[in-house]
Nanobody
Framework: QVHLAESGGGLVQAGGSLGLSCVAS????????MAWYRQAPGKQRELVAV???????NYSDSVKGRFTISENRARNTWYLRMDNLKPEDHAVYYC??????????????WGQGTQVTVSS
């Protein structure tokens, strides 16, 4: 079992910046993906950014050029740097990974979510 914990959410003015962190714990052998999702009020959860094996990175069109995902595998940690925040970025942000454990089992794991509020 992998446990994920997000941190860094808060209140920021439109145009400002915020950084999120995700720390994973457990007997992790390999991260097949490290991702950030978000869920705005009344909307379904959507992918924001993901790092795939081989370090290929994908962003949603709505955040491309404004958000940056990065990772530190040695610390089982990944980050989301959010710049030029807009009111439509207001959501609960969740970190996610598809990971292989030392046992060889693979699963999809979620953090508890951290609130990002953008004031206009």
């Amino acid at each position: 079992q992998v446990h994920l914990a997000e941190s860094g959410g808060g209140l920021v003015q439109a145009g400002g910046s915020l950084g999120l962190s995700c720390v994973a714990s457990g007997s992790i052998f390999r991260f097949d993906s490290m991702a950030w999702y978000r869920q705005a009020p009344g909307k379904q959860r959507e992918l924001v950014a993901v790092i795939l094996r081989g370090d290929d990175i994908n962003y949603s069109d709505s955040v491309k050029g404004r958000f940056t995902i990065s990772e530190n595998r040695a610390r089982n940690t990944w980050y989301l740097r959010m710049d030029n925040l807009k009111p439509e970025d207001h959501a609960v942000y969740y970190c996610n990974t598809n990971a292989m454990l030392m046992s060889g089992a693979t699963g999809d794991y979620w953090g508890q979510g951290t609130q990002v509020t953008v004031s206009s």
